[in-house]
Structure formats: C-alpha cells, structure tokens
C-alpha cells in the first residue's frame, strides 16, 4: 500500500473513531438518535476500510433495545450481521460479542434475523433481485397478491443479506403495500417501524420523501383529519427537495382524499384533478366522477359514465390501481342507477371480498371491498348477501383500525333493518339464517355448491350442511325448489 493510501485510511480511521467518541457523548446526553447517527458514520468507515472491528464498535455501542426507538432495530440487527460476515471464519472473542448482542436485541417487538445466509456474490444478487423485480411486476393482479407478498419477501431478504438497503427498502415498500391490501394492520405497522429504520441507514432523500408520504395515508387510515395537512405538506416539500416526479401527483391524491372527507377545497380540487388527469387513461375519469358527485354536479358525473361503462373490462387486471378503478365503477354504476353494469361489477369483485382497497400504502385507504360489494347487493335488491357483506366490511374495518369506514358499515347495516323481518315483509330471513339465506340466493342464482364456497369464503362441506338446513327448513326437496321459492320471495 503507497503511503498516500496509508495516510487517507488513517485518517479515515482516526474520522471513524471521532464518531464513534461522539456517539457515546450523544448516548450519556440522553439522545439515542444522534448517537445511533454517529455509530451509523463510524459504520460506513468501517465497511469502505473493510475493518470488521470498526463495524462491530459501531454496531454495538447502543445497549440493547431502547424504548420509543424500534425504528432502529431492524438497521441495528443489519449492521451486526454485516459485521458477523466481515469477520474471518471460526470461533473468536469478536464473534461472540456480535452474536450475543444480536440475542438480546430485538425486545420482542422484530424477528431475531438468522446469523448466517447463503453467501451471494455482487453479480449473483444483481441477478437474483431482478428476476425478482419482474416476477413483482407480472403478479400485480389481486389473485396474486400472496404470490406478490412472498416475492417481496424474498427481495427484502436476498438484499439485505449483501447489504443493498435501496432493494431492501424497495422489497419492505412492497411488503406493506401487499400487507395493506391483505387487511393485516399489525405487521403493516411493525413493517414500517423497520422500513424507518432501513431508511435512516439508507440516508435518501427520496426514500424520506417515500415515508413522509405513509406517514401521511396512514393518518387519513386512522381518521386523524387535523394531523394530515401538515403531514401531507412535509411529504410534498421532501419530494420537491428530492426531485422526485410522482410526488405532486401523489399529494394531488392524498389532498383529493381529505378534501372527500371535510367537504373543503372540493371546487379547487376537482380543477387540479381534471388538469392532472390530461394525460391519464379514461378510466381514471371515475376519481374526477367522484368529486363531481360530492360537489352535487350529478350531471357531469354521469356523462363520465356513460363513456366509461361500456369498458369496464378494460382495466388491466395487472395495473395496481384495479381494485380502486372497479370500486370506484361501482359507486358511480349505483348513482346511475345502473343495474346491468352493477350486476357486472359484482361479479368482477367478489372473488376479491376478503381484500382492502389500498393500491399502495403510499396512498389514501378506500375501504373493504366488502364494502362495496355489499353496496352493489343492496342496489341490487340481495338484502341477505349484502348484511353478509356489510357484517364482513365492518370486521375488517376494525381489524385494519379505518374508523371512518367501520362506520360506514355500521350506517349501512342500520339502514337495512332488522335481520328477522316477518314474511310479510318478503324476507329471505324467515325462516332462514343470515347465512342461509346469503346460500339460499346464490343457489337461486343456479350456483353449484363449489362456486358458492368460493364466492362466501367458505368450505365446500360447509356450504353443503347450509343446502341441507335450507332443504329442511323450507320443506322443500331439491336445489330448483330453492331457486323458485328464492325468486318468488324477489317478486312478491
């Protein structure tokens, strides 16, 4: 080594010490933040010089988990495992520390990660995480989405095992946006405390763009409507300070959202929206259809729909926003009083009734499609199916933590009435069960007991004990009978 180089890693050295020093003046003061900053300094020096001990100091000088900062753990846990790997093969002092402090560290609240993972070269993971890339890509259709959870995984996995934090970030952002539209608010909430922590490391502009913009749609999640102007205004300045394109659009979206939910601004809004959406498919009319609804321009709205419902099928089953488009269809086919298309509709959701309309967790949540498919069954004239759709939204509204869409269920299950109507009322409920009567419809509508299982989200043996009750009940001796006797309670 010349001596120049000598010198430039000396003082590299002599830099990372500094910080390292610093971080321990940061920790004493009380600011676990700023010295996890320092340590992440004296880290990066660490890796360029290729000194294991450097990145071990760094890793481990915070003790163990620290209450109010689990954003750091997941990058904490990286740098000891980058440290474990740099390290030379076999037992050692250096190596114990690592592996016990990686033992202790995650309190409970992350996965202790494995120690070791299959080693990947540079080029091998370049390759990897591409063929990954575009497997994410080609399973963006809602069928897919288990498919498309496990890839992300993988990503996350496969880049963070060589150390690239953009793919780990990236394979994290899909995760959550897989785990929104799944409805499983715990892990999407556990996801983002370590994507935080992964971006920290990562130090990107537009990557603290990104998570300014979660921070956002998740406060609209949560109904807290005072939080989400500012919140929106600090994800718009980043993305301006980052240069990131999509940003205006995305805030275009977020503030379209909120402006839905106060009824301020609509006027201003559906001018920036119909601007913005110059250059965007047809399709995407329907959010301007929206606005124009809530502003009481029913008109308008309705001439948007007579030029998108001849195409309902045209929305690309693998673009993420489909869910959106065809719930938006919906709505709009029901303020036209569309029954053809919204029968249509229906059919083209209900293989999707166990998801959430959240197309990305970058964007404002839309609700259960149960939601609103028990909108469409209820338009429809299908009392029983759509209080099973309303009951489904309404738990998963909880479970996702929507407020303001675990009272939209409510309001619509009220506006249904009782569940036991008397006959005289022409109920499907008597002398049925909710459940029966949701089977006792789709037997009606000449279903074979498979596509009903599907269609509930239940057992094909389920559906056939629920045939057999309906038989038993309604003295009647086979699935025509059903049929005749469902349509005369739909004519009566």
């Known amino acids: ?56 100091d760094a890793a481990t000088l915070i003790p163990g988990p620290q209450i109010g900062s689990h954003h750091m753990t997941t ?7 980058e440290a474990l790997r740099m390290l030379d093969p076999g037992p050692s002092a250096q190596r114990q520390r690592l592996e016990l402090y990686l033992a202790g560290l995650s309190g409970g609240w992350t996965e ?14 370049d390759a990897v995480i591409l063929e990954l890339r575009a497997a994410h890509a080609a399973a963006m259709a809602p069928a897919r989405l288990a498919e498309r959870f496990e890839i992300a995984t993988r990503v996350r996995d496969t880049a963070s095992a060589v150390h690239r934090d953009d793919d780990t970030a990236w394979g994290m952002l ?18 983002f405390i370590e994507l935080v922590g992964v971006i920290r490391r990562l130090d990107s502009p537009q990557w603290r ?46 503030r379209s959202n909120l402006a839905l939910r106060t009824g301020d601004g609509l006027p201003g809004i559906e001018e920036e929206v119909r601007r913005a959406l110059a250059d965007a498919p047809f399709q ?34 693998t673009a993420m926003e489909w869910l959106l488009a065809t719930t938006a269809h919906a709505e709009l086919s029901i303020v036209a009083h569309d029954q053809r298309s919204a029968a249509h509709l229906y059919e083209m959701l209900s293989p999707h009734g166990n998801l959430h309309v959240m197309p990305t967790v970058m964007t404002p949540y839309a609700g259960a499609v149960a939601l609103y498919l ?32 675990s009272r939209r269920a409510r309001e619509a299950i009220a506006l249904l009435g009782a569940p036991t109507s008397p006959r005289s009322a022409r109920s499907l409920l008597d002398p049925l069960s909710l459940r029966e009567a949701e089977v006792a419809e789709l037997v009606g509508a000449g279903m074979t007991n498979r596509e009903v299982a599907q269609r509930l989200f239940l057992s094909e043996r389920t559906v056939e004990n629920h045939v057999s009750s ?23």
């Open 112 to 125: 202790r990660p494995a120690v070791t993972a299959p080693f990947l070269s540079e080029v091998q993971a």
């Open 174 to 191: 899909w995760r959550l946006d897989a785990l929104a539209q799944l409805g499983r608010r715990i892990e999407l909430n556990t996801e």
């Open 209 to 254: 763009w990104r998570v300014a913009t979660i921070r956002s749609a998740l406060a609209l999640l949560d109904d807290h409507i005072d939080d989400v102007p500012p919140l929106t205004a600090e994800a718009a300045r980043l993305g301006v300070a980052a240069g990131v394109e999509e940003a205006a659009f995305i805030d275009l979206v977020l």
């Open 284 to 317: 995407a009319q329907s959010w301007r259809a929206g606005i124009l609804i809530a502003l009481g321009r029913r008109d308008d709205a309705l001439e948007i729909w007579r030029a998108l419902a001849p195409h309902l099928d045209e929305v690309p089953l």
């Open 1 to 56: 080594m010349s001596s120049d180089n000598t010198a430039d890693g000396e003082a590299l050295r002599s830099d990372a010490l500094a910080a390292l020093a610093l971080a321990r003046d940061e920790l004493a003061r009380g600011s676990v933040e700023r010295a996890w900053d320092a340590c992440l300094s004296a880290g990066g020096i660490g890796r360029e010089l290729g000194d294991a001990g450097l990145v071990a």
């Open 470 to 492: 309906i038989l038993r009940r309604l003295g009647l001796p086979n699935r025509t009978a059903v049929a005749a006797w469902v349509s005369r309670h739909h004519s009566a």
């Open 75 to 81: 990058a904490r846990q990286a740098l000891c495992l």
């Open 374 to 405: 028990g909108d469409l069954a209820a338009f429809l004239g299908r009392t029983a199916s759509a209080r099973a759709h309303y009951e489904t939204a309404l738990t998963s509204s909880q479970d996702m933590h929507a407020p303001a869409f």
